[in-house]
């Protein structure tokens, strides 16, 4: 490619933009849709309802160990859709660049883009382009829409969680944010910790293929475990008890958590899930997540409970109780 | 899995059967009252759950050591004059963001109105803001404890070392031993009960050392028990107190040898007094003014003290009516005593400093324990 940078004209709809995306979207994403250049794509008839989820992703730093902003930008959709219990259709993307953005950094995280949707086996069939002024952008920013359908017999809601129902994770919690945490910080201790950005849509595939009756699946993205359980708490009016013991979390993102004075309930994942299953069939469900390996760290955690007023209650190792409430602003380290 | 050096300190056995050990070793009949002085044991006592695991008999009254919490509006105020009005770069601690001053303006509101304040993790980082920002005055608001007092003494001589002549400091720094001493000369009253005992600080007492502490038994005759802040330290800590008041003692013990001895970390006591002193007294949330209870610049250094540079005047400004974090602080009021406990005043829309930082009572009880209030089950549905 000629211009080593993103300059003003890369989004102008001019012959830059055109070449822009001939040399670099067109090639990389390769797909029918895109190339026959249309403003957008026409998609063939499916069966089932239609599933759609959006996600923008700003995060920095822009690469990280596990994954890079292209690799999550196609993880986060790709899971939000597949929360639903639903197959996937195609992706969007709409870039948003800020001038001066190095073309060669542009061109890695659209290979890693087009790899991860590769891997997933789903194509990205149209996308936007705009350039603001240099300041204006923190260097790029990406937007991806998805589609998916799901059966008729597939119903997976906050709405149908009741008390009783067991709560499952699928596999070891914080990896995400303590990676990003770790070399935000720059701590010396950045490299042992790799993000767990990864599709979830087989795994989910699997789940209900076990014919367990799962009640409501969402993947703990920020704010953690502690959060989504919160959220579902106050959709589905009950609350919850977690097993402290019980939840999966490595040696090392505790050891970050500890020093950082941060609960790893409250870190970011991004190739996790928690399931919410009726109780008599959790063993089941359990047993097809362990058997997937993206799931084989999974365990029970706790159960949904009627407590007044939707409290997420976690039990301690040496049973006590207290609440995971919901977050106030970030999580910050205490300080002395 | 286990993680050494700190899941030895939250073992469910051993937790069980000190508690198991307090109900047993207590008094029938007789009320225990004791104060954790640090908000960091507040914080691990609500955190852990460990108020399930205490008899009722025993009341735990939460102290005035949490640094955010104690420092009066007058200050944050003066913090806020210095963002907006001297418009210098402001770093500080993220507790310290959240805190209201007057008209519930917080340095977070005021970095929304164009202040230029940044959060640190250490007070160093603050060199690296000066460095960057030569034209412009970078003060570090700084705040805390014995325990972050060095540091502060730290970056003070690498501005002298690097001639950062942009960089001062706001000091805030106050000291345990004098607020220790304004708690136990108050008059006892039906709503100043008197403390029993103190379980102490932990990481105070890692640079002061037990010798700090030698008043409360000989002038005061109280126990302290220098804790941890792990559960099983805080339990153990508990039974000691009981042993000691049950047997008429008052003597400072240290729970915590593997940090604590008795002379302290001298040389952080060295750097501290190197750059910093005794002010005559200082205005703490809740307690009042107390002579020598505060750190600012020497003299010589006046040049990087930003009350100095920036020609500062504290004023003195009530708490909001409702808010009861003076008696909180003072262990004379429980936060659900509070009448805008929870209500008013919440983690996201704190009208009190015990509100805001982790370490504040309120917020400890907000967090973790209010399910307790609102009567739910514990646990189990």
Known sequence: ?336 | MSLRYIDEFRDRTIALSLAKKIREEMVPGREYRFMEFCGGHTHAIYRYGLVDLLPPGLRLLHGPGCPVCVLPMGRIDLALELALNHEVILTSFGDMLRVPGSHSLSLLKARSMGGDIRMVYSPLETLRIARENRGRPVVFFAIGFETTTPPTAVLIRKALEEGLDNLSVFSNHVLTPPALKALLGAPSSEENPTIMGFIGPSHVSTIIGTKAYRFVAEDYHRPLVISGFEPLDILQSILWLIRQVNAGRAEIENQYVRAVDDQGNLKAQQETLRFLTVRPDFEWRGLGRIPESALGLRREFEALDAEVVFGLREKDVADPKACECGEILRGAKNPEDCRIFGTVCTPDNPVGSCMVSSEGACAALYNFGRFRLAGAIKGES
């Open chain 1, 1 to 336: 490619m000629a211009t080593k940078m993103i300059d003003m004209t890369h989004g102008s709809g001019g012959r830059s933009m055109t070449r822009l995306i001939e040399d670099l979207f067109l090639p990389a994403f390769d797909n029918p849709w895109l190339s026959a250049m249309n403003d957008h794509a026409v998609l063939g008839p499916s069966s089932g309802r239609l599933v759609m989820a959006t996600d923008s992703n700003v995060v920095r730093p822009l690469f990280f160990p596990g994954g890079d902003i292209g690799s999550l930008s196609v993880h986060g959709t790709v899971n939000d859709v597949a929360m639903a219990g639903a197959t996937l259709l195609c992706l969007s993307a709409g870039f948003i660049l800020e001038e001066g953005f190095p073309m060669e950094t542009l061109s890695r995280i659209v290979s890693s883009m087009a790899a991860s949707a590769k891997s997933v086996g789903i194509p990205i069939v149209t996308g936007d382009t705009k350039v603001v002024e240099r300041g204006k952008g923190d260097g790029i920013f990406i937007n991806t829409t998805g589609i998916g359908f799901v059966p008729e017999t597939v119903s997976l809601s906050p709405q149908r969680v009741v008390p009783g129902d067991k709560i499952l994770v699928s596999g070891f919690i914080g990896d995400h944010g303590s990676a990003i945490m770790a070399v935000r910080e720059n701590l010396s201790i950045a490299g042992q910790f790799l993000s767990d950005s990864a599709p979830l849509h087989d795994l989910v595939a699997s789940l209900i293929k076990s014919g367990a009756e799962i009640h409501c699946l969402r993947d703990p993205t920020r704010g953690g475990v502690a959060t989504l359980l919160n959220e579902i708490a106050a959709q589905s009016g009950t609350g919850a008890l977690i097993e402290e013991e019980a939840v999966p979390v490595r040696d090392e993102v505790r050891a970050l958590c500890e020093v950082l004075g941060i609960d790893p309930l409250y870190v970011a994942n991004e190739g996790k899930l928690v399931a919410y299953c009726a109780a008599r069939d959790a063993e089941r469900l359990l047993e097809a997540m362990r058997a997937h390996p993206l799931g084989r760290a999974g365990a029970i955690v706790g159960e949904v409970t009627q407590n007044k007023g939707g409290f997420v209650q976690v039990r301690t190792s040496f049973g006590g109780y207290r609440i995971v409430d919901w977050l106030s602003g970030d999580p910050l380290p205490r300080i002395c």
